[in-house]
Each structure stands twice: as C-alpha cells, then as structure tokens.
C-alpha cells in the first residue's frame, strides 16, 4: 500500500470528491445562475431586436416626412415662381394701362393747347379785324354817316330788346 503514502494520489482523491461535492450541491446553483444569465441575454436580444424594430420605423417616418417635406417645398416653389409670374404679368398690365391713360392725358393736353392756340390766333385775328375795320370805317364815315348808323343800331336794339 505504498501508493496511500503518497501525496499526490491524496491531492487527487481529494480533488475528486470535492469535485463531487461541488457538482452534487453545487450543480443546481450553477445551473439557475446560468439559466439566469441566459435568460438575460436573451432579454438584451429582444431589447436590441426591439429598439432596432423601432429605429428602422422611425427611420422610414423620418425618410417619409423628409421626403414629403421636400414635396411640400417643391409645391411652394412653384407656386411663388407662379405667384411671381401673376405679379409680373398684373405689373405689366398696370404699367401699360398707366401708359396708355398718360399718352391719352398728354394728347388731351395737346389738343387743349391746340385748339387754345387756335382760339388766341382768331381772337387775335378779329381783334385785328375789328380793329383794321374801326380804322377804315373811321376813315371813311363822316359824321352824317355815323349818326344815321347809330340811330339804326337803337332802333335795332329796341326791336330785339322786346
């Protein structure tokens, strides 16, 4: 019995049963603290699952409001470029009334000082009639004449007077 002697089988039997015993009492422990750090594993997994769930339609909301955010900007400008494009044609349209309303003031105008021009050049022209006229009359009327003229004008006078 020389091998109870030596130390190396008592390390090795000693081994063996606390092996055991470790596996016997132990086993149940070791099994529900594995059991347990699977079960959470598997946890963060449906977490991480989830979120990436989440993160991909939150994503796909995002591109959809982006997308109809840049939809949304395209329709409003066009619509002030087409805006733009009705105020430019109402300017143009303004304009040219405002135009044509002055040329038509301006050949009003012109003709006012047309037709006043016209109107000095008679009055002038019978002012200088009138005159030549009282001048050769003046001349030419004796004082017989002018009394028989005078006397007509009256009666004249009375008859469109009544």
């Known amino acids: 019995m020389n091998f109870l002697n030596d130390p190396a089988?008592?390390?090795?039997c000693s081994f063996l049963i606390f092996a055991?015993?470790?596996?016997k009492f132990g086993k149940n422990a070791l099994l529900a603290m594995l059991d347990e750090r699977i079960e959470?594993?598997?946890?963060?997994i449906k977490t991480a699952d989830n979120l990436r769930v989440e993160a991909q339609?939150?994503?796909?909301?995002y591109q959809r409001k982006h997308?109809?955010?840049?939809?949304?900007s395209e329709e409003i400008l066009a619509n002030a470029k087409k805006q733009a494009e009705e105020i430019k044609k109402q300017a143009e349209k303004d304009l040219n009334e405002t135009?044509?309303?002055?040329?038509?003031?301006?050949q009003e105008r012109l003709d006012r000082m047309k037709q006043n021009a016209k109107d000095e050049i008679l009055e002038h022209a019978s002012n200088l009639a009138i005159a030549a006229t009282s001048e050769i009359i003046a001349d030419k009327l004796d004082k017989k004449a002018n009394e028989k003229l005078?006397?007509?004008a009256i009666k004249g006078v009375a008859k469109?007077?009544?």
């Open 9 to 12: 089988i008592w390390l090795l």
């Open 20 to 23: 055991g015993l470790i596996f």
């Open 40 to 44: 959470s594993i598997r946890e963060e």
């Open 57 to 61: 339609e939150m994503l796909a909301q």
């Open 67 to 72: 997308k109809d955010g840049v939809k949304d």
């Open 99 to 106: 135009i044509v309303r002055r040329e038509k003031q301006l």
């Open 150 to 152: 005078v006397d007509q």
């Open 160 to 162: 469109n007077v009544h």
